[in-house]
């Protein structure tokens, strides 16, 4: 049962456009939410986070928006560039019952020039 | 500035053989832990030790050990491999677990197939 989803495997967008990449989560004990960025043949990197106390955390181009009543949350990246092509996990964990990190199963992002 | 360094990059073993991925951490972390990356499946927990001295299974441990040898490093040992164990293994760690802001910091991987 995958409690953390990505439903979209891939997406594509214009250099200097918006990134969009959703992340939607059934377990309601999930209080921490984080996004990994990963290149390939290298291993995740952390990018930005955010708590369930927040409903918005930025980090000069990259915005985490977090939606607690539809258990979804958001990466939004302004303006779009090249270097931004990777896959990107969304992970989240809960400080009740020693949930450690779970993570989705990832979207593509290829910025187009 | 290593940070999380795994070993071997790339390994192919037979069906019933056996091998041990290596990590290692120079941050001074608390804690550190095995992941497998499959295809659309992200990545998931197999094993994790939240200090020196303590391991535990995570959400896939089946067919797999552990050995937290010092506080540096972290094995993780497949007795008698099979073709299901085909993945990517990740090493990270984090300064302590169970806050919930951990942030972990992962090694390059190794990819593993089992043929």
């Known amino acids: 049962d995958q409690q953390v989803k990505q439903n979209s495997p891939s997406l594509s967008v214009q250099e200097g456009r918006i990134s969009i990449l959703n992340c939607d989560y059934t377990n309601s004990m999930f209080d921490y939410f984080l996004w990994y960025k990963k290149y390939p043949a290298e291993g995740p990197t952390f990018l930005i986070s955010?708590?369930?106390?927040?409903d918005k955390n930025e980090d000069g181009r990259f915005t985490v928006f977090l939606n607690k009543s539809a258990k979804h949350l958001s990466l939004h990246i302004v303006p779009s560039q090249p270097g931004d092509s990777a896959v990107y996990f969304c992970a989240a964990s809960s400080n009740f019952g020693n949930e450690k990190l779970t993570f989705g199963t990832g979207t593509r992002l290829t910025i187009i020039p | 500035n290593a940070g999380v360094t795994q070993t071997p990059k790339f390994q192919v073993l037979k069906t019933g053989q056996s091998m041990t991925l290596q990590c290692a951490q120079d941050m001074n972390h608390n804690s550190m832990y095995w992941y497998r990356q499959d295809p659309g499946m992200g990545l998931r927990l197999i094993y994790y030790s939240a200090s020196e001295g303590t391991t535990d299974k995570g959400e896939v441990p089946n067919g797999y050990n552990v050995s937290r040898l010092n506080k540096r490093e972290f094995s993780l040992r497949l007795e008698s491999a099979a073709p299901s164990q085909t993945s990517v293994y990740f090493c990270a760690s984090s300064e302590l677990a169970g806050r919930t802001n951990e942030k972990l910091f992962f090694g390059s991987g190794t990819q593993l197939s089992v043929l």
């Open positions: 955010i708590s369930s106390i927040k």
